[in-house]
């Protein structure tokens, strides 16, 4: 938790990293109280539909805690309007690191929910 704070704090400010501002600005959206707030899981088949695309033919290929965390955080940032596949990736990178046992509990459940769904559709 102290390296993310550390990591806004530093690159906020810097107008040479527009990367690293991104991703600051990004993980600013999960701070709350100086508390870092992993968003809550969200319904299996609302992920579900998020990973798969109309576009395409249905998911068959499974998914993982971080894929599952990295939705979540792309819609974070859909939000305050970045668009950086790269930006999203490193905070996904940085929320996983730093989330409780719990949270991660909490996000390999949803995992495997989604797998069923994606299972029970091929």
Do not use: C, W
């Amino acid at each position: 938790m102290r390296k993310i704070i550390e990591f806004i704090i530093k690159y906020i400010n810097n107008d040479k990293v527009k990367f690293n501002q991104e991703v600051a600005r990004l993980l600013q959206a999960f701070i709350i109280d100086g508390h870092l707030n992993v968003p809550h899981a969200i319904d299996p088949v609302t992920m579900y539909n998020e990973l798969s695309s109309t576009n395409r033919p249905p998911r068959t290929r499974l998914t993982h805690t971080r894929g599952v965390l990295r939705v979540t955080v792309s819609q974070q940032a859909r939000q305050i309007q970045i668009n950086d596949y790269n930006v999203i990736s490193r905070a996904t990178d940085m929320l996983k690191k730093a989330m409780t046992l719990s949270e991660s509990e909490d996000y390999q459940y949803l995992s495997s929910q989604v797998n069923f769904i994606i299972k029970r559709q091929s």
